[in-house]
């Protein structure tokens, strides 16, 4: 398996948050003297232009005072386990014979579709957040974008190597949702993480996801095997429980320049990259998304997704995607076959007969798509991502029912 | 002034949410009877047919169960005021003369950008569902984004003219920012909308906004006196404070093709559309904001931003993104202009030296850039929204500050 340093879910690169006790204090900084300066002459010429430059000093000093605030005092990680954060919404909770962690949110007005459903990229967001939170709860959180303090000593990231989303239904706009997730053993070496969404009203399971994690060393960008007292910092929290029961193992195919769709020139924005500096995961699903035909998109929702990742993707790296309708069912998903028949006065779509003249989708018969996320290099291409969804078609888009 | 149907912050086109009391409950569909639906005959097909189709009956019958609980108790919108909305964090609170919104959130992970601070693309975001949620908690929010039931009555939506958002310091991942919101009257038949973003720990402002909304007829498009029950549904909230004290009022130079930055052939996707089918605001900033040099980016933070809105912007509508460096100040900022200079055994950035030598960019002199975003026709273009970005350098990127 290849790694990646990729930070979906739980843990990954590190960053320069340092740790620091909870206490909230100001660091102010003298600006008109050179005392916290650390060379005395260049200061006062400093301060001086300082002076002239600034509108107002009061301003400048403003600035800079909060500019000086530590950034630890401002997001106040804690260092020891906390059971409920308020401002989070999130709770240490019990689940079956271990603990893992609850936030409560509310599907914002901006997360949500055209159809006022919670976009997928919404979803993957809140696994990412809380997957965060749950780390940041558990007094665990080092200098680091999920990684522990065990972690840091030893140079290591969390890497992703692969996750499966499954939404049974979409949460609307306004929606309370309630996220669970825990972390558990995967082989000898690596983590699992899951999540559960529900309904906070009637308790209706939104979606299910589960992810698999292993250990690299930062600087050689080699897999690592867990250190003891990594071990012995996060063992406690692991739970057998898993989200997705009937976990697909099945390996996706590698596909190749003969794909259906294509986009290529694909280059990452500014915007599309998170705090490590790598092109954020969501993107990764717009790219895959983005080559199934519109045309089919509207009509149904994504229902599973797995992804198996291979490499990181850079700032700088210029990626093709590639997808392919699912072969192997009886129907071929596409455009060309969305034409009417008429059944008992009724017309119904073509796509919802088989060969056989049978109602299909009805049943909500899944659509798969295969795809692939690669940076396209001269000689040789490497693969970021390969992927799979499987939709279903809108219920709203069956014609007979109310 | 032009209009078009935005939707920004707090009113707006209506969508299919149906208002309810605050009941909880589950609608249930029989399954293999036809209580359920309109013909009889028709039904008793359909359900054997479901029944075949469905790898378990009790699987569709949850499907539909789930999928027939009614959005409005699942969303659960008060029909009277309320004061405290725990799952949102939300409340009602005094302001100055009046009563507002006020919010407290947790910047999350997937807000930030790779400098850890929140995008303001994310503060946007949260500007528009904090709008929305204090409507929500006045018990006026009627069927749609935003609009009253008297609207609603008088078929008004609300379109937005203007905004302006002044960033003084963006609040860093994990910190906890307390948004408060508030509408005045805004002429005669506008209202005003004001935000005021601070940190819950030390009370320093983040940021500021503003924003202008007037009523438009749904169907007509035509802009709209404010009816009398309008009036009397929302004035009771107006309170004369203003968020931005120095607002600005200078008007926005139209561009032309002659701009020194051109981004053409801008195409909406389908994940760029918000609820009311129409291009994200967000997206409008990204479309600007992507026309920039990524070397100026860099360097730079986005201080204020004023939006004047002309027209809405369809997904099949194809943009064009114009931008200009402001040429009334001392300092062009430009790539070219990006050298550097020793002084005192120091290197310098030749942008913080103007003709005469002093040294300017210490003072964070803002720079400025002027936009258009315009839909391209064949004998004319139509213009969508003129903005103005004012940037400041970063902290970070001053040589000789610790």
Redesign the interface.
């Known amino acids: 398996m290849a790694s990646i340093s990729y930070q979906l879910a739980a843990f990954c690169t590190r ?3 340092h740790r620091e006790t909870n206490k ?1 204090k ?1 660091h102010c900084v003298k600006i008109n003297g050179n005392k ?3 060379a005395g002459a ?1 200061v006062d ?2 301060s001086q ?2 002076k ?4 107002s000093i009061d301003q ?1 000093s403003a ?2 005072n ?2 000086m ?1 530590k ?1 630890e ?5 804690p260092t020891t386990k906390q059971l409920v954060d308020p ?3 999130g709770m240490i909770v019990d689940i079956e014979e271990g603990v893992g962690y609850r936030q ?1 949110v ?1 599907i ?3 997360e ?5 459903t919670a ?1 997928i ?1 919404s979803i993957l ?1 809140l696994l ?2 809380t997957a ?1 939170n749950h780390v ?1 709860m558990s007094g665990l959180l080092s200098d680091g ?1 999920g990684a522990t303090h065990g972690m840091m000593k030893n140079n290591l990231i969390w890497v992703v190597s692969r996750m499966q989303v499954q939404v ?2 979409y ?6 949702v309630e996220i669970d997730t825990w972390v558990g053993a995967s082989g000898k070496n690596g983590m699992r993480r899951d999540w559960l969404l529900r ?4 308790g ?1 399971v939104f979606a299910r996801a589960t992810s698999t994690w292993v250990m690299m060393n930062q600087q050689t960008r080699r897999l690592s095997k867990m250190p003891e007292e990594v071990r012995a910092e996060i063992s406690p929290w692991f739970i057998e429980k898993h989200a997705i029961e009937e976990e697909s193992h099945e390996k996706i195919d590698k596909l190749d320049n003969n794909a259906s769709y294509v986009h290529s020139d694909l280059k990452p ?3 599309d ?5 790598h092109v ?1 995961n ?1 993107k990764y699903l ?1 790219w895959m ?2 080559t199934i035909p ?1 045309e089919f ?1 509207e009509n149904h929702q994504l229902s599973n997704i797995i992804l198996e990742y291979r490499r990181e993707c850079g700032s700088s790296d210029v990626v093709q995607s590639l997808c392919e309708p699912q072969q192997d069912g009886l129907i071929k998903p596409g455009i060309q076959q969305s034409h009417h028949i008429s059944l ?1 006065g ?1 017309s119904f779509s073509s796509e919802i007969f088989d060969e056989n003249g ?3 989708s ?4 899944p659509f798969s798509y295969t795809h692939l996320l690669q940076i396209k290099g001269e000689t040789k291409n490497e693969e970021i991502v390969r992927g799979k969804t499987t939709w279903k078609r809108k ?1 709203t888009s069956i014609p ?3």
Chains 1, 2 share one sequence.
Request: aromatic fraction near 10%; charge should be negative.
């Open positions: 960053c320069s948050i909230q100001l916290s300066f650390s260049k010429f400093l232009e300082h002239m430059a600034y509108t400048y600035d800079q909060v500019h605030i950034q005092v401002r997001q106040n990680i401002n989070r919404q409560t509310v914002r007005s901006y949500v579709g055209p159809d006022k976009t990229e967001n990412q957040e965060l940041w974008f049974d239904h949460p609307i706009w306004g929606e309370v309904s906070q009203a009637t209706v924005k500014r915007s990259l998170d705090m490590n500096h954020n969501v717009r998304l983005e519109d998109l008992n009724n049978l109602l299909r009805l049943n909500q018969m219920l007979f029912l109310p």
